[in-house]
Every structure is written in C-alpha cells, then in structure tokens.
C-alpha cells in the first residue's frame, strides 16, 4: 500500500518558536507559555525515521508533517491510508487535528478517532466516562481556581495534574501534595505555567503498571503487562513517573532499572488488569493500538490512571518505551509491532 506517515518532530533548538506561522505566533503564543516540557510528546527523528523504516518492509511511505501545510499536503497525496503519530500543537483537541482532517478527506487512517483522542487527553472526562461505566478510576476533582479547593472532600496524599497533556508534562516531583499549603502551591503552579484547568486526585500507593493493546473488536490483543517498579528509584524520588524521572533521570545513558515484564504478578491480578483495560479500551471506543496505565488501591484492586491512543514508540530498546517492550516480550520486532497495528487499521477500513 501506499502510506503516509503523519508526525511532529520535536525542536532541535530554542528557535524553534520563530518558525511558527506569524498567524499561529500572534494569536496563540501569548496565552500558550514555551517551557521545558511543550514538545515532550512530540518526536525525533530517530523515531520517525524508524517508524518510517519499519513501515517501508511492506509499503511505499511519504513523511507528511503535521504542520499548517498538512491539510494541502493529505489531499493532494493519492495515499491509500495513514499512519498516524502527530501529537498536535496548542489545545485539548490538539490529537484530533490530523484525524479531523483525514475524516473531512476521507482518508483512512490508524488510531483513535478524534473524539476518543480529545476525551483521552482530557482526563477529567476521561474519568468521568470510566466512573459512570462502574471502571475504577482514582477520586477526583477538576479546578479552575484556588477557591474550588475550599469544598475539596478527596484524601491526602493526592496528585495534582494539567488536565490535558500527556507524556509526563506538567508532572513533577511537586506535583505529589501532603497537605493544603502544597496542594495550593501546586494547584497555582500548573494553572499559571499551562493555562488550562487543574486536575487533583487522591494518590494510589499500590503498584503501578502500563498495559498495551493491539487490534479491534474481538481481535483485541493484550501484550505482556510492564510494572514499573519505584523501588529503584533514588530515596529522594517520589514514587511517581514525573517528567524528571522519564526525561531526565531515565536516559539512554542511563537507563533506570525499573520495569518488569512481564509483570511479576499472580494470574488472578493479570486477568483483572487485563480485563479492565479491555473493557477502558471498548467502553472509549479506542481503535487499533492504545496504551493504558494502571495503579492498585490499598485493597489491592486495579484502578485506569490514564488512557493513551497514541502511546510512545522509542525505537531504541535502551530507551524505557513501555509499548515496544511489552511488544518485544511478546515476541514481535519493532517492524512487526508497527505493521501489525498498520494491519488492523487496513482491516478495519475494508482495504484487506
């Protein structure tokens, strides 16, 4: 087939910002800070050449970036589908931009739709549909100022969250909060830096997992589940996966040894997790691949923390990307892991 691969790539220096359209600078820039975490979730180069390599064992691939350029660039493609990875740029809907686009071309595509990719990027509505579906989710709140929190009834310790980023941003160490004074520092911090309301959730201190899923339907498949296990953390880290743990602390250099998978866990919490992630996966209407995080409660039962339809592929196994690991544990190459999602994309739209 002919493919398109849809990305982002992240800036490979501070003048980045200048290259945005004078449009996009002028209207948005102001209200959207550039701080050290805005293209966290985007890509490098490695990974999309990677990427693009893995997909060209099978297909014809065109690179099509996610830019102001995209829509023109998709129309004009004659491509029979794409392989979607651009994070978007600005706003909660910011993963539906490439899908809405190729919705409106219709041009098929992987991944979630642009519903699913904008509710699973506003966590609190996430948990919203997770909790009236009965699937057990952290107790929350969403606030927009710090008066909100007067009529809080959640328990400390609790983390405190942007509501709408992925890939660790805006989640520190600070973010874990014991009492009022920090909840309140924190609740400020975000809100100040990122411009969009506060999630804040009573903290689980139960273990703490990452689940990939490849497929649809009945054809869903669970891959081995990854623990990550903080107690190899440095004594001054909160047991958290914050943005200085997955960007800082954890490097190619220096890897962290702290996954495990498969998971070191009884058959009768493995089938509970992985049940729980398929019925998070249906109920969201997620499509083709997703990665889902998982952390017990004090009884020990599996609660959804987050929901991930467009999760990291780090190529490079040095790298501690949870979705190719659980990929490599089951068996699949990062080329096969890759064309298998292609796969039940292409099956899906009826193209085999």
């Known amino acids: 087939m002919d493919v398109a691969l849809t990305f982002n790539v992240k800036p490979e220096n501070n003048t980045f910002s200048q290259s945005l359209s004078s449009h996009l600078k002028a209207s948005r820039m102001n209200s959207n800070k550039i701080s050290v975490d805005t293209f966290a979730e985007w890509d490098t180069w490695e990974t999309i050449n990677a990427v693009k390599s893995a997909l060209e064992v099978y297909h014809n ?16 493609s004659n491509v029979d589908i794409v392989f979607n990875i651009a994070e978007g740029f600005l ?15 219709n041009i098929p595509y992987s991944g979630s739709d642009p519903l699913t990719l904008s509710i699973c990027l506003d966590k609190a ?29 959640l328990k400390f310790p609790m983390m405190v969250k942007p509501n709408a980023e992925g890939s660790s941003k805006g989640i520190f ?51 081995p589940i990854v623990e990550i296990n903080y107690k190899e953390f440095p004594e001054d880290f909160i047991p ?7 960007w800082i602390l954890d490097t190619k250099e220096n890897p962290l040894d702290i996954y495990s998978c498969p998971a070191k866990i009884s058959k009768s919490l493995e089938e509970k997790i992985k049940s ?32 991930n339809p467009l999760p990291g592929i780090l190529p490079d196994p040095n790298d501690n990307s949870c979705f190719p690991k659980a990929a490599r544990t089951a068996g699949y190459t990062y080329e096969q892991m890759l064309n298998k999602v292609l796969y039940h994309a292409a099956k899906r739209n009826g193209l085999v």
């Open 61 to 76: 691939v065109t690179l099509i970036e996610a830019d102001l350029f995209a829509f023109e660039k998709l129309r004009d």
């Open 91 to 105: 706003e909660v809907s910011r993963e539906a931009q490439i899908p809405a686009i190729l919705d409106m071309l």
């Open 125 to 153: 509505r996430t948990k919203e549909i997770l909790s009236y579906n009965k699937i057990a989710t952290p107790k929350f709140i969403i606030t927009n100022s710090l008066d909100e929190l007067n009529y809080i009834n």
């Open 173 to 223: 160490t600070s973010s874990f909060v014991r009492d009022e004074e920090e909840l309140k520092k924190e609740v400020s911090r975000i809100y100040n830096e990122y411009n969009q309301s506060v999630l804040v959730e009573e903290f689980l201190s139960g273990r703490e997992f990452t689940v990939a899923l490849i497929g649809n339907g009945s054809d869903v498949e669970v891959l």
């Open 240 to 246: 958290i996966y914050s943005y200085e743990a997955k």
């Open 276 to 307: 729980i992630c398929l019925k998070t996966f249906k109920v969201l209407n997620c499509r083709d691949w997703s990665r889902i995080d998982v952390r017990l409660d004090s009884k020990g039962e599996p609660n959804i923390i987050e929901v």
